[in-house]
């Protein structure tokens, strides 16, 4: 499905002048929208991972994991939405606090916060 976007927006950017200006700056859009699809993954997962391991304090890991994939896609995210950026690094400290606390429950939720809103994000921004 992906490919097929890609192509087709790609093709869109064809001809006329500055085609080739038009095909690079879209092109270099969707490496980006993809990887910050790729890297909410990420996030989901380790986040999912922390809130598994936090009572047992083994969530560490997967929190700085976590956190370090969040850093690579913030500014990317915070340049389309805002509100989600904020959202997310909200949640994602709520998310260290439960770690650190070893409170499962809060990590549970701060988890479902972050899988919520990376949802959102890569509906709006595939």
Same mark, same amino acid.
């Given at each position: 499905?992906?490919?097929?976007?890609?192509?087709?927006?790609?093709?869109?950017?064809?001809?006329?002048?500055?085609?080739?200006?038009?095909?690079?700056?879209?092109? @270099?859009?969707?490496?980006?929208?993809?990887? *910050?699809?790729?890297?909410?993954?990420?996030?989901?997962?380790?986040?999912?991972?922390?809130?598994?391991?936090?009572?047992?304090?083994?969530?560490?890991?997967?929190?700085?994991?976590? @956190?370090?994939?969040?850093?690579?896609?913030?500014?990317?995210?915070?340049?389309?939405?805002?509100?989600?950026? %904020?959202?997310?690094?909200?949640a994602l400290a709520s998310l260290g606090q439960a770690v650190q606390a070893r409170n499962s429950t809060a990590a549970v939720d701060a988890a479902a916060t972050i899988a919520?809103?990376?949802?959102?994000? *890569? %509906?709006?921004?595939?």
């Open positions: 499905m992906l490919a097929v976007a890609a192509f087709v927006v790609v093709g869109a950017g064809c001809g006329g002048a500055g085609g080739s200006a038009n095909q690079a700056a879209t092109a @270099t859009t969707f490496t980006i929208d993809t990887a *910050t699809a790729d890297g909410m993954k990420s996030i989901v997962d380790q986040a999912n991972t922390a809130a598994l391991l936090s009572t047992s304090g083994r969530g560490g890991t997967a929190l700085a994991a976590c @956190t370090s994939a969040w850093n690579r896609v913030r500014a990317n995210v915070a340049t389309r939405d805002v509100r989600t950026a %904020r959202t997310l690094d909200g919520t809103a990376a949802a959102r994000y *890569t %509906r709006l921004y595939p």
